[in-house]
């Protein structure tokens, strides 16, 4: 199972800022948008999540934790949700 955060960015924000590089390579975070998610096949992911501002992290399970807490005092994002993605 996969874990798949669906984050909205601040306007003008790159989201590629939002992990450390040490983070990335720790948990192998995946960084993708709204149109890589579904070629790859994450149908579950809502429609919703399609505008611009949007990006989506994809960890395993076991590292969603600490991509979580990593998220959760980052001030470059205005909300996120995560999603169980079975692959």
């Known amino acids: ?3 798949v955060f669906s984050i909205l960015l601040v306007p003008g ?3 590629q800022t ?3 590089a040490e983070t990335i390579q720790d948990t192998d975070a995946q960084f993708m948008t709204y ?3 579904k070629a790859v096949g994450f149908n579950e992911v809502p429609e919703q ?3 611009e501002n949007v990006i989506f992290i994809v960890v395993n399970r076991k590292d969603a934790p600490w991509i979580n807490r990593s998220l959760e005092v980052n ?3 205005v909300s996120y949700k ?3 993605v079975d692959m």
């Open 1 to 3: 199972m996969l874990i």
């Open 13 to 15: 924000t790159d989201g």
């Open 18 to 20: 939002l992990l450390s």
């Open 35 to 37: 149109a890589d998610a």
């Open 49 to 51: 999540d399609a505008h």
């Open 75 to 77: 001030e470059n994002i």
């Open 82 to 84: 995560i999603h169980e």
